[in-house]
Structures are given as structure tokens and as C-alpha cells.
């Protein structure tokens, strides 16, 4: 059974940074793509980012392009989300998810966390 376990939410002011991480159960972490999601209250889940199972591919929301990086280390069976520039509309609850290829789309995605909360404040 994979097991993903997200860590590193908070609560921040605007323009803080934020890191968080993705530990992955299971010895082929590095054959799968490895996404981000977030979920605001009322709202639906949202792509965030995602990054293939090299890591020399990645994609980003428009929302979050050039503030947020994603990164992983196979070695370690982990993913991580760097986000800089933290605004207030970036609270949610953030998931990691594990699927087939890098793709935007929740439904390709079979494995997801529990989600870490990010809250930021104006």
C-alpha cells in the first residue's frame, strides 16, 4: 500500500516562504510522476505543480509560476514544494499525489496525502 505523508504547513504572513515535503512508502517512488494540489474552503481542488519521475520535467499553475518550485529526491522518496511570495489567496489545504505521468488532472492521480494546511495572512 503507498503511503504519502505531506509536512511543513503553517501559518505565515504574506511574502513569507514556505517548504513543504512529500514522504513516499515504497521502493519504486522513482518510477511515478509526483504532483501538488491544493484546496481552498468551498472551493474545488486545484492543480498546483507537478514533476515527472526524472525530475527533468516540471509544470506549474499560472497562479504559482515563478514563485513556487517543485523538487524531488528519489533517492529519498521524496517531493517538495518551495513556495516564495506567499499570498493570502495561496491558503488551503495542500496534497501531494502520486500518478502514472505529469499531468494537471486529479483523476490521474491514484495515491494521494492526508494534506498539510498553509494558511497566510495579509
Known amino acids: 500500500q503507498v503511503q504519502l505523508v505531506e509536512s511543513g504547513g503553517g501559518l505565515v504572513q504574506a511574502g513569507d516562504s514556505l517548504r513543504l515535503s512529500c514522504a513516499a512508502s515504497?521502493?519504486?517512488?522513482?518510477?511515478?510522476?509526483m504532483g501538488w494540489f491544493r484546496q481552498a474552503p468551498g472551493k474545488e481542488r486545484e492543480f498546483v505543480a507537478a514533476?515527472?519521475?526524472?525530475?527533468?520535467?516540471?509544470d506549474y499553475a499560472d497562479s504559482v509560476k515563478g514563485r513556487f518550485t517543485v523538487s524531488r529526491e528519489n533517492a529519498k522518496n521524496a517531493v517538495n514544494l518551495q513556495m516564495n511570495g506567499l499570498k493570502p489567496e495561496d491558503t488551503a489545504v495542500y496534497y501531494c499525489?502520486?500518478?502514472?505521468?505529469?499531468?494537471?488532472?486529479?483523476?490521474?492521480?491514484?495515491?494521494w496525502g492526508q494534506g498539510t494546511q498553509v494558511t497566510v495572512s495579509s
Open positions: 515504497g521502493r519504486t517512488f522513482m518510477s511515478y510522476a
Open positions: 514533476i515527472s519521475s526524472s525530475g527533468r520535467a516540471t
Open positions: 499525489a502520486r500518478g502514472g505521468t505529469i499531468s494537471r488532472q486529479p483523476g490521474n492521480y491514484a495515491y
